[in-house]
């Protein structure tokens, strides 16, 4: 081929209207919001993506360092706008969260019915507390009355007597008195 030939092949090729021109290439930007509430736009969130923050003013580069989604992804910005590096929350860290609240909730609960079990327990403890002093107030008096009973005298054997146990001797009324003193004493002290 000759080189006007080619020429004209070539002129024929750019400046034909047959011939294809090249399309505009247009690439779509994904929004994101970082942890700290910054908008973000990236056209794609993997190393080499263009990344810029959002301002009142317009779109400016990210600027370097790491930033990171509120999804808990961290992107790694070593040029200004230009993704290094992406690193996704690991699985792991996502249960730990998870486990986390889960553990925070049943402390709640548990605190929860900590709180009516205690309040259950005090208000039984303070119905035994108060049916022991009404105890220790009858014992107090039965002593009262049993100390006073075994001073009384007996009635000279002269008189006929009322009952079976006025008709016992005096030495097993004496007994029987002692025995009733000591249980009431053991049971006072």
């Known amino acids: 081929m000759k080189a006007k030939e080619a020429l004209d092949q070539i002129k024929s090729l750019l400046f034909s209207d047959d011939a294809e021109m090249p399309k505009e290439v247009t690439t779509e930007f994904a929004e994101g919001v970082l942890s700290d509430g910054t908008i973000v ?68 609960n548990y605190d929860a019915k900590f709180q009516e079990i205690s309040e259950a327990f005090n208000s039984k403890m303070t119905e035994i507390e108060t049916k022991v002093t009404s105890l220790n107030e009858v014992t107090k008096k039965l002593i009262e009355f049993m100390e006073a009973f075994a001073t009384i005298e007996s009635a000279p054997e002269s008189q006929a007597p009322k009952n079976t146990f006025l008709a016992q001797s005096k030495n097993v009324k004496a007994d029987s008195f002692k025995k009733l003193q000591n249980i009431f004493q053991t049971i006072k002290n």
Do not use: C, N, Q, R
């Open 41 to 108: 736009k990236f056209d794609k969130l993997e190393v080499g993506g263009v990344i810029s923050v959002v301002t009142e003013g317009g779109e400016i580069p990210a600027p370097v360092g790491e930033h990171e989604l509120e999804d808990g992804t961290i992107i790694v910005i070593v040029e200004a706008g230009i993704i290094a590096e992406v690193k996704a929350m690991e699985e792991e860290e996502v249960a730990e969260v998870e486990v986390a609240e889960e553990l925070k909730s049943d402390v709640v």
